[in-house]
T-cell receptor, first 111, second 114 residues
Framework: GNSVTQMEGPVTLSEEAFLTINCTYT??????LFWYVQYPGEGLQLLLK?????DKGSNKGFEATYRKETTSFHLEKGSVQVSDSAVYFC??????????FGAGTRLFVKA | DTAVSQTPKYLVTQMGNDKSIKCEQN?????MYWYKQDSKKFLKIMFS???????INETVPNRFSPKSPDKAHLNLHINSLELGDSAVYFC????FGEGRNEQFFGPGTRLTVL
């Protein structure tokens, strides 16, 4: 079946540190891959996406590359800010109506 | 503003009551969803409608009944509320198709059952 596994949080970093949140997936075929972000008290919003192998999604300084050989879609940012504190969800859609979400990784960034 | 909106934002009620949550999207999407998010932020799909037809119905107690009067609205009615129903409920919408399916979420409804 289809599934998403992402690293457990919380992740605590100092401002300007490098961020990696690992995400691996299991799916048949060629799913679309997504990262969503949920700021405190809000709904999820799309951060970035990639729809085929070797695609790189990027937005607001965040990047993730669709790696089919390692079935991974790790989220990275070179220099985090306090305002990046949020919960990050990795997700996949295999082409149907259902999107599979990971368990979420909470990020705390200290000033 | 183009968005997914939900009402109410907060709902506090007693066990055994019946309540409804409303959702509307003005994005022109053809698919709408209800999710339940627990206190650990785990997100669980409950229902999905495509063009007013029910297409996803996960293992949800039949006390929960969705209704989609048109493509822009998806409401959730809950009968005989239980303590375990306390959670944040999110509505979302998307446009179904190849390379699409990115979802737009509402702000959530925090339901507290006392």
């Amino acid at each position: 079946g289809n599934s998403v596994t992402q690293m457990e949080g919380p992740v605590t970093l100092s401002e300007e540190a490098f961020l990696t949140i690992n995400c691996t997936y299991t799916a048949t075929g060629y799913p679309s891959l997504f990262w969503y972000v949920q700021y405190p008290g809000e709904g999820l919003q799309l951060l970035l996406k990639a729809t085929k192998a070797d695609d790189k999604g990027s937005n607001k300084g965040f990047e993730a590359t669709y790696r089919k050989e390692t079935t991974s879609f790790h989220l990275e940012k070179g220099s985090v800010q306090v305002s990046d504190s949020a919960v990050y969800f990795c997700a996949l859609n295999p082409g149907g109506f259902k999107t599979i979400f990971g368990a979420g990784t909470r990020l705390f960034v200290k000033a | 503003d183009t968005a997914v909106s939900q009402t109410p934002k907060y709902l506090v009620t007693q066990m055994g009551n019946d309540k409804s949550i409303k959702c509307e999207q003005n994005l022109g999407h053809d698919t709408m969803y209800w999710y339940k998010q627990d206190s650990k932020k785990f997100l669980k799909i409950m229902f999905s409608y495509n063009n007013k037809e029910l297409i996803i119905n996960e293992t949800v107690p039949n006390r929960f009944s969705p209704k989609s009067p048109d493509k822009a609205h998806l409401n959730l009615h809950i009968n005989s509320l239980e303590l375990g129903d306390s959670a944040v409920y999110f509505c979302a919408s998307s446009l179904f198709g190849e390379g699409r399916n990115e979802q737009f979420f509402g702000p959530g409804t925090r339901l507290t059952v006392l």
